[in-house]
């Protein structure tokens, strides 16, 4: 059993659209992440997705939905098989605590220039 | 597809060890509880455990293991079958966050005046 600061743990890396593994439990991953710009559109088949903002903002356009629009201390789920596409405005770089299954693909199916399938712990 | 903010949410409850659920993902519950004072020495036997402390200090007494204590912006997994004990020093209200599998009993097997395995969402 370990005691895992937020903070401590993103002044650990930059790099944008990269989650970093923090914890396990129950076969699910508690990640973090910085993000700025624009992700890709993708769906997850099996797994639900939470999104909970630490730092700045983050919008999600969702597939026949209105845009999410969360802010610190705000978090929302993207239940499996729904396409959404998360992002930030005005250059905000955003600091996002994700929780989803151990099996979840970064972009789903798609693969894109920012997937990453190796992520690793912090 | 819901926004849901941590701290309008804290605001509609008072009541102390009386978690309220906010929101499911993969058979996950993810709740919020004011806490103080001392809490029942428990297991849960087949459920890991989050903690997240969103505000003043939580400590954590585990059974064969240095306590835990954890400030605002940190987080700890406690295993399935480990003894322990929650509680809060010095007459401080903590306001916590916790991820567990939604077949979790409050108190594990354990009875106890402050056990409420009727938890709603909020």
């Known amino acids: ?23 396990e439990l129950n076969n699910q991953y508690v990640k973090i992440a910085k993000v700025n710009g624009e992700f890709v559109w993708h769906a997850h088949a099996d797994e639900d997705e939470l999104f909970f903002v630490v730092k700045g903002r983050l919008l999600i356009d969702v597939k026949d939905h209105e845009t999410i629009d969360l802010g610190v201390g705000e978090m929302t789920v993207i239940p499996k098989k729904t396409q959404h596409r998360p992002y ?15 099996t979840t693909r970064h972009t789903g199916e798609v693969q894109n220039h920012l997937t990453n399938n190796e992520e690793k712990f912090i």
Not at 4 to 15: G, P, R
Not at 88 to 102: A, F, R, S, V
Request: glycine share 2%; aromatic share 10%; proline share 5%.
């Open 1 to 23: 059993m370990k005691k895992i600061n937020l903070n401590d743990k993103f002044s650990l890396f930059d790099e944008h659209w990269s989650p970093k593994i923090l914890t």
């Open 88 to 102: 930030t405005q005005d250059g905000i770089e955003t600091w996002i605590m994700l929780i989803e299954p151990k």
